[in-house]
């Protein structure tokens, strides 16, 4: 499992989100490895990244969070194209639990698909990304049946998320600035 450097609120709705973006089991449900045949949209491959590499983002609650080469805040699923689906578990606190809690993780069903392509402006500036769509399902039946739902848009130009928005605010983030190689862009 990847950990970011996030700073969490107490905010329960934030918690159940991280937990499904940044906690995902190892078994994703297979989909395709390419585009079906007869699809002419674009594709967007996995990054090659590089340790200088950061991304800086502001949350719902105006907290900045500055994050490294290799985490994506929606774990999308490499390539990604217009109408791909793909599934996989995570985990997350029951509500109210603090981030640092040792009470036991629930498991989460968290299912995505790519519902479109074109452009977006955030903080950065303004992107061609895929918009990509996702539900989460706890499993368990004592606690909330769903753990929300959120879209999330990946730029293949800046090779991250640039913008998560989620029924939660403070769960929400955008793209402020990043840093590819040794070019930095605001």
């Known amino acids: 499992m990847k950990?970011?450097?996030?700073?969490?609120?107490k905010n329960p709705s934030w918690l159940l989100l991280f937990c499904a973006f940044i906690l995902p089991g190892c078994a994703?449900?297979?989909s395709p490895a390419t585009p079906p045949e007869n699809y002419k949209g674009?594709?967007?491959?996995?990054?090659?990244?590089?340790?200088?590499?950061?991304?800086?983002?502001?949350?719902?609650?105006?907290?900045?969070?500055?994050?490294?080469?290799?985490?994506f805040l929606g774990n999308p699923r490499f390539p990604l194209w217009v109408g791909k689906t793909w599934s996989?578990?995570?985990?997350?606190?029951?509500?109210?639990?603090?981030?640092?809690?040792?009470?036991?993780?629930?498991?989460t069903d968290?299912?995505?698909?790519?519902?479109?392509y074109g452009k977006i402006t955030v903080a950065a500036g303004t992107f061609e990304a895929f918009e990509c769509q996702c539900a989460c399902t706890i499993?368990?039946?004592?606690?909330?049946?769903?753990?929300?739902?959120?879209?999330?848009?990946?730029?293949p130009e800046v090779k991250n998320i640039i913008k998560i928005k989620a029924e939660s605010a403070d769960?929400?983030?955008e793209l402020l600035e990043y840093k590819l190689a040794d070019r930095a862009v605001r």
Not at 110 to 116: P, T
Not at 139 to 155: H, I, K
């Open 110 to 116: 968290i299912q995505c698909y790519v519902a479109g």
């Open 42 to 71: 674009p594709v967007a491959e996995g990054p090659v990244l590089r340790p200088s590499d950061y991304w800086i983002y502001e949350r719902g609650d105006r907290r900045k969070t500055k994050v490294g080469a290799g985490t």
């Open 3 to 9: 950990k970011a450097n996030l700073v969490l609120s």
């Open 88 to 107: 996989y578990q995570g985990e997350a606190l029951r509500a109210g639990q603090p981030q640092t809690s040792q009470a036991s993780r629930l498991t």
């Open 139 to 155: 499993y368990s039946s004592r606690y909330l049946p769903e753990c929300g739902e959120w879209s999330f848009w990946y730029a």
């Open 171 to 173: 769960a929400s983030v």
């Open 28 to 30: 994703p449900t297979l």
